[in-house]
Every structure is written in C-alpha cells, then in structure tokens.
C-alpha cells in the first residue's frame, strides 16, 4: 500500500507513479526510500505554506525518478541541474529565471569561497532546492502584483519623515530649537507623497525594465515629474475643500515620526520582500539565503 502524501489525487499520484518508478529503476531499497521521503518532505512542505505544485506534477514521473537519482556530487554539477530546472519551469518568466539563477550562483559563489560542498550541508534534493525557489519567487510575483502600491504607499511614508527630518536638519532647527513648534500641513505634504510611493509600487512590477544606468535614471526622473504634479493638483484641490490636517511639529517629534515610520518601512521590507523571495540551503556549520 502506497503512504499517503496528498489530499490532491494529482499530486498523489505523481508520487505514487514516481514510487513505482524509483522501485523498478534502483535494486536499493533504501536509497529509494529516502529519495521518496524528500520528495514527500517537499510535496507537504509546500502544501502546508500555499504553494502550487503544478511545475512538479506537470513532469513526466520516469524522468522524475531518474532525475532524483542521478544526484550531483560538486558545486558545479548542483548549479547545471538546478539551472536545468529553472530553465525548463513554465512558471517563470524569462527575467524570474534569470533572478533565479544569479541568486543560486551566488550562493554557490559563497561555498566555493569557503571550499564547501553543497552535498555536505545540505541532504535536501536539488529539485526540492529549485521547486522551492520556484514558489518563492512566484509569491513574490503575487505580493508585488497585489499590494505593491501599498508597500509603496509605506516606504513613501518612511521618506516623507525622512524628508521632515533633513528639513530641520539643514535649517539648523534641530540643534538650536529642537523642542520648538512649527506649524505644518501635515495632509497637504504627506498626501503627494504618498500617492507618488502608490505609482512606485505600482511601476515596480517592471523593475526588470530598468536594469541600464540610462533607465533607472529615466525612471527616477519619472517618478519625480510624478511627485511634482501630485503637488501641483492636490494641494490647491485640498485648499479648495477646505481640508488640512495641521500640526504643531517639533524637530524631536519629526525624529520620532521618522522612527515609527521607519520601522514599519524595515518590518515592510523584511516580511513581504526579503522573506518571500529569499530560500535557505545549509544546515547548522553554514547557512546561505538565497
């Protein structure tokens, strides 16, 4: 009787199929055994955190099999076959691929310069290295797609307290009056701003388009015609309607605005950005994020 992985009938019977396989292909039933056990770590893994197994379940089972069995043995030979299954995945686009791989050579860049061997600190397989990637990058590609604007709405927050800060800073503000108030609009400034980072986050789904020095000029100079008509339409439509947000603003309170949104503009960074595309290989003498 076949061991249960899967609630989905496709996926369960990709393993069973590969099962069989692996059966009829090795006359060592351990090795075998830990074969499918890796495949298994890696179908429940991904189940449990969301992601889809339709590049794995998409293969044709024998080639899986033999794939799991012709395991690497140097760094080179893991860096050939993981890029064998980046290149082959239909999941990716073409600049995903290629964000795939730079980062698994990095990480083999980093064993190289150490003299380790993947092999030795990580017993995972490297398709499980790969799919895990894969998936990786595909949440990503969602969170960016979904709520780009929003992160964008975030880090743009950060920086206008910043710019608060950099105000106080060059008026000398901060060292001879940093307790004394000032009134400010804070509506009226923040509100361009944030906007513009909501163009940002939006734009950045395209951030593959701007890899040339020219372009990520182009682009910054976009984003500030951006920001300049957002203060050009908005603040004489909100003096118009009559709305204002004013406060009485100190330089230390600048600091401390720029502390809070700075914060959440790191914890932004790290959980939706950081976290989702970044995998680990390694164990406890050495651990890479890749």
């Given at each position: 009787?076949?061991?249960?992985?899967?609630?989905?009938?496709?996926?369960?019977?990709?393993?069973?199929?590969?099962?069989?396989?692996?059966?009829?292909?090795?006359?060592?039933?351990?090795?075998?055994?830990?074969?499918?056990?890796?495949?298994?770590?890696?179908?429940?893994?991904?189940?449990?955190?969301?992601?889809?197994?339709?590049?794995?379940?998409?293969?044709?089972?024998?080639?899986?099999?033999?794939?799991?069995?012709?395991?690497?043995?140097?760094?080179?030979?893991?860096?050939?076959?993981?890029r064998s299954i980046i290149e082959q995945s239909g999941e990716l686009k073409m600049h995903e691929k290629v964000q795939?791989?730079?980062?698994?050579?990095?990480?083999?860049?980093?064993?190289?310069?150490?003299?380790?061997?993947?092999?030795?600190?990580?017993?995972?397989?490297?398709?499980?290295?790969?799919?895990?990637?894969?998936?990786?990058?595909?949440?990503?590609?969602?969170?960016?797609?979904?709520?780009?604007?929003?992160?964008?709405?975030?880090?743009?927050?950060?920086?206008?307290?910043?710019?608060?800060?950099?105000?106080?800073?060059?008026?000398?503000?901060?060292?001879?009056?940093?307790?004394?108030?000032?009134?400010?609009?804070?509506?009226?400034?923040?509100?361009?701003?944030?906007?513009?980072?909501?163009?940002?986050?939006?734009?950045?789904?395209?951030?593959?388009?701007?890899?040339?020095?020219?372009?990520?000029?182009?682009?910054?100079?976009?984003?500030?015609?951006?920001?300049?008509?957002?203060?050009?339409?908005?603040?004489?439509?909100?003096?118009?309607?009559?709305?204002?947000?004013?406060?009485?603003?100190?330089?230390?309170?600048?600091?401390?605005?720029?502390?809070?949104?700075?914060?959440?503009?790191?914890?932004?960074?790290?959980?939706?950005?950081?976290?989702?595309?970044?995998?680990?290989?390694?164990?406890?003498?050495?651990?890479?994020?890749?």
């Amino acid at each position: 009787m076949n061991p249960h992985v899967s609630n989905d009938p496709t996926v369960q019977q990709f393993y069973e199929q590969v099962r069989t396989h692996l059966s009829e292909l090795l006359d060592d039933k351990s090795t075998a055994e830990r074969l499918l056990n890796s495949l298994a770590g890696y179908i429940q893994q991904a189940e449990r955190s969301g992601q889809s197994l339709d590049g794995l379940t998409s293969q044709d089972p024998r080639a899986y099999a033999m794939f799991l069995i012709e395991k690497p043995k140097t760094n080179d030979e893991y860096r050939r076959r993981y890029r064998s299954i980046i290149e082959q995945s239909g999941e990716l686009k073409m600049h995903e691929k290629v964000q795939a791989n730079r980062e698994f050579d990095w990480a083999v860049e980093r064993l190289n310069e150490t003299q380790l061997e993947l092999q030795d600190i990580e017993k995972r397989d490297v398709s499980f290295l790969a799919y895990t990637k894969i998936e990786a990058i595909k949440s990503s590609r969602r969170i960016w797609n979904q709520f780009g604007w929003l992160l964008g709405m975030v880090l743009a927050f950060a920086y206008a307290n910043l710019l608060l800060v950099m105000d106080d800073l060059f008026s000398l503000r901060l060292f001879s009056a940093p307790t004394t108030s000032y009134p400010l609009d804070y509506l009226a400034f923040v509100l361009p701003v944030l906007l513009t980072g909501a163009v940002f986050g939006l734009l950045t789904r395209f951030r593959h388009h701007f890899q040339t020095i020219r372009r990520r000029i182009l682009f910054a100079l976009l984003i500030i015609l951006v920001y300049v008509g957002f203060v050009i339409l908005i603040q004489p439509l909100l003096f118009t309607l009559g709305w204002s947000f004013i406060i009485q603003l100190t330089p230390l309170y600048a600091i401390m605005l720029l502390a809070i949104s700075g914060f959440m503009a790191l914890w932004t960074l790290i959980e939706f950005v950081w976290k989702s595309t970044r995998c680990h290989l390694g164990n406890d003498t050495m651990t890479i994020y890749y």
